[in-house]
């Protein structure tokens, strides 16, 4: 079944994942991470896009961010991509494409899956075999929430305020959610909604989404619970 048209309504979290062609290398060495770090933080900011989460792997990258308008996240991914291809190219002798591909997106519910989906982010580098810990890895967000450096590409969700009432409460749990790592069943679901374009939610949101934009959100029921905040 071919993947639904990508959906971006303002106001909610989007994961994207930006793939290389045929998975080849977008990374080449630090210098091109801190370019696209800065592209990003650029693009972010001038179509009003916070960006909550965000990890650089070898042939792609992962980005949890919420549209302040309909246009932000689509007019800050193209500027992105196109930019950072011109750089890249001219840097390494090279020519052609560099991207697989459009984006790939999936709108999220708040309150059921940006925690898991931010560990699930977090997590990419672990389950690579890159690291055994995802502190260990300098190119993600992980080491900001964790308090470990200051990150202003950063724009925490609301609901990372609410993981405890001081910074050292928020940065323990935190840490210890993603230390519980993320159910193989619940990366199925964020892999494979965002690939294809479903909207990742329970039924309640798949509706309400749909009345909102008109638009079929998935090709089936929603998936179980996700990761429970910490109590």
Known sequence: MARLPRLTVPGYPHHVIQR???RQQVF???QDRETLLGLLSEYA???????????LMGNHFHLLATPATETGLPLMMQALGRRYVQIFNRRHARTGTLWEGRYRATLVQTDRYLLACMAYIDLNPV???LVTKAADWRWSSHRHYIGQQQDRLLTPHPLCWALGN???AREAAYADL?????ALDQQALLTDATLKGWVLGDRAFLDQIEAQTDRRTTRGRAGRPALKKPG
């Open 166 to 168: 001081t910074p050292f």
């Open 178 to 182: 993603v230390q519980q790592g993320v």
């Open 45 to 55: 900011t001038k179509h009003k896009v916070a960006i909550h989460a965000w990890v």
């Open 127 to 129: 389950r690579a075999g």
């Open 28 to 30: 080449v060495d630090d």
């Open 20 to 22: 290389g062609n045929n």
